[in-house]
């Protein structure tokens, strides 16, 4: 009797593809309390966020008492970039420690082990660092409140600016964490969570202002004036008065040469910046109207998104030259003024541009997270402590 020993078959396990992603609301309501938990301030971070909040409201108070009576959105201006200040410092620094900074201390690697998904604790420890921007907001509530009832803004028109701020703060949350997920020390990922802040609110009016140079032409402008020295002595005294028949006086011509900046071929580098971005959801306030309308004067905000508009008009072509002959009513060079400074005043505001940017490098940002954040981890960094 013959048997055949059965060859075994060898068995290849696939290689892991890692942890799931795809977050859960309970589990990203978990890691969001175990982050708030674990990060709560110390005795020095409580006095430096009461010291914070109370040059806020201290600020805020002696503006608001300053002003002038009646309306006015400086009060309400100021909170709001004040806030907008602190919630891109505080956040971002927290979120840049949040994920080497466990891992340095070897509480990440248990908490990756569990059944938490990528996903929770990425937009847990976002939620968590985001939320202490939203608190320093929340105890400015009753001074903004207060100057809410002076601005002459609608209620709609405020939430729509809270809303982009928290936006902000949202987004430059999640840069930091990104930092914090790609960067080995706390150093190295605060540091580089500031510079991508920095570039962001400075470095774009930097790039704008070089830019212009390359948008420039030059153009000759004539000027016309009336000759004084050819006048008689009843000429000029009707010149003083205002009453010169200037159809039968001698004028002189001025020529020279200026640069006109076409400011709309580079007007989007300063759409890109978050707070003009903050600027372009603020309400359009007409300079010439504004009484009428049940406005306050225009404010920062305002007069940010006045200059925006006319660097989105650009030069509108050649300047015209200063013809005093030809128009004797010097109200009507007063009145294309003001026509000029209402056209660029309601514009369209364009925050969408900004708003688009800031959704992407938020969702990139969490990307590069969730991405670090799986195990097993395919390379690691030299001297990266696991558990």
Same mark, same amino acid.
């Given at each position: 009797m013959t048997t055949t020993a059965e060859r075994a078959t060898p068995t290849t396990s696939a290689a892991p593809r890692g942890n799931p992603w795809w977050p859960s609301w309970r589990g990203v309501g978990l890691v969001t309390r175990i982050e708030l938990t674990r990060r709560r301030p110390t005795t020095k971070g409580y006095i430096f966020y009461g010291i914070?909040?109370?040059? *806020? $409201?201290? +600020? &805020?108070?002696?503006?608001?008492?300053?002003?002038?009576?009646?309306? %006015? /959105?400086?009060?309400?201006?100021?909170?709001? *970039? $004040?806030? +907008? &200040?602190?919630?891109?410092?505080?956040?971002?620094?927290?979120?840049? %420690? /949040?994920?080497?900074?466990?891992?340095?201390e070897g509480v990440l690697a248990p908490m990756q082990m569990t059944r938490l998904t990528a996903g929770d604790l990425a937009l847990g420890k976002l939620l968590a660092s985001w939320l202490f921007a939203v608190a320093v907001l929340i105890t400015t509530t009753p001074l903004l409140v207060y100057a809410f009832s002076r601005s002459g803004w609608h209620w709609y028109e405020l939430i729509a600016v809270l809303g982009a701020i928290l936006f902000a703060v949202l987004t430059f949350t999640a840069i930091g964490l990104a930092w914090s997920a790609l960067a080995a020390r706390a150093v190295a990922s605060v540091s580089l969570a500031h510079l991508t802040t920095g570039f962001l609110v400075l470095g774009t009016l930097v790039i704008y202002a070089f830019a212009m140079p390359l948008v420039s032409e030059n153009v000759t402008v004539t000027d016309r004036y009336v000759d004084y020295g050819t006048l008689t002595p009843d000429e000029q005294e009707a010149y003083e008065a205002g009453e010169l028949d200037y159809s039968t006086v001698q004028c002189t011509e001025q020529t020279y040469e200026t640069s006109v900046v076409h400011t709309d071929t580079i007007a989007w580098l300063l759409l890109l910046n978050p707070v003009v971005v903050i600027g372009e959801a603020a309400p359009v306030v007409n300079p010439n109207t504004y009484e009428e309308d049940d406005r306050a004067a225009p404010g920062a905000f305002a007069l940010m998104h006045q200059a925006v508009g006319g660097a989105q008009l650009g030069s509108q072509g050649a300047p015209l030259g200063y013809d005093e002959c030809g128009d004797p009513n010097s109200q009507a060079w007063s009145d294309q003024w003001d026509q000029q400074q209402e056209e660029q005043a309601l514009f369209p505001r364009n925050p969408w541009l900004g708003l688009a940017l800031q959704a992407v490098l938020l969702v990139g940002a969490m990307g590069i997270v969730i991405r670090r954040l799986r195990v097993p981890y395919k390379k690691l960094r030299a001297g990266t402590r696991v558990a």
């Amino acid at each position: 009797m013959t048997t055949t020993a059965e060859r075994a078959t060898p068995t290849t396990s696939a290689a892991p593809r890692g942890n799931p992603w795809w977050p859960s609301w309970r589990g990203v309501g978990l890691v969001t309390r175990i982050e708030l938990t674990r990060r709560r301030p110390t005795t020095k971070g409580y006095i430096f966020y009461g010291i914070l909040v109370a040059a *806020i $409201l201290g +600020l &805020g108070i002696l503006v608001a008492a300053l002003a002038p009576p009646g309306k %006015t /959105s400086t009060p309400m201006e100021l909170v709001l *970039i $004040l806030v +907008l &200040g602190a919630g891109l410092l505080i956040a971002p620094s927290l979120s840049s %420690t /949040s994920i080497n900074g466990d891992s340095s201390e070897g509480v990440l690697a248990p908490m990756q082990m569990t059944r938490l998904t990528a996903g929770d604790l990425a937009l847990g420890k976002l939620l968590a660092s985001w939320l202490f921007a939203v608190a320093v907001l929340i105890t400015t509530t009753p001074l903004l409140v207060y100057a809410f009832s002076r601005s002459g803004w609608h209620w709609y028109e405020l939430i729509a600016v809270l809303g982009a701020i928290l936006f902000a703060v949202l987004t430059f949350t999640a840069i930091g964490l990104a930092w914090s997920a790609l960067a080995a020390r706390a150093v190295a990922s605060v540091s580089l969570a500031h510079l991508t802040t920095g570039f962001l609110v400075l470095g774009t009016l930097v790039i704008y202002a070089f830019a212009m140079p390359l948008v420039s032409e030059n153009v000759t402008v004539t000027d016309r004036y009336v000759d004084y020295g050819t006048l008689t002595p009843d000429e000029q005294e009707a010149y003083e008065a205002g009453e010169l028949d200037y159809s039968t006086v001698q004028c002189t011509e001025q020529t020279y040469e200026t640069s006109v900046v076409h400011t709309d071929t580079i007007a989007w580098l300063l759409l890109l910046n978050p707070v003009v971005v903050i600027g372009e959801a603020a309400p359009v306030v007409n300079p010439n109207t504004y009484e009428e309308d049940d406005r306050a004067a225009p404010g920062a905000f305002a007069l940010m998104h006045q200059a925006v508009g006319g660097a989105q008009l650009g030069s509108q072509g050649a300047p015209l030259g200063y013809d005093e002959c030809g128009d004797p009513n010097s109200q009507a060079w007063s009145d294309q003024w003001d026509q000029q400074q209402e056209e660029q005043a309601l514009f369209p505001r364009n925050p969408w541009l900004g708003l688009a940017l800031q959704a992407v490098l938020l969702v990139g940002a969490m990307g590069i997270v969730i991405r670090r954040l799986r195990v097993p981890y395919k390379k690691l960094r030299a001297g990266t402590r696991v558990a």
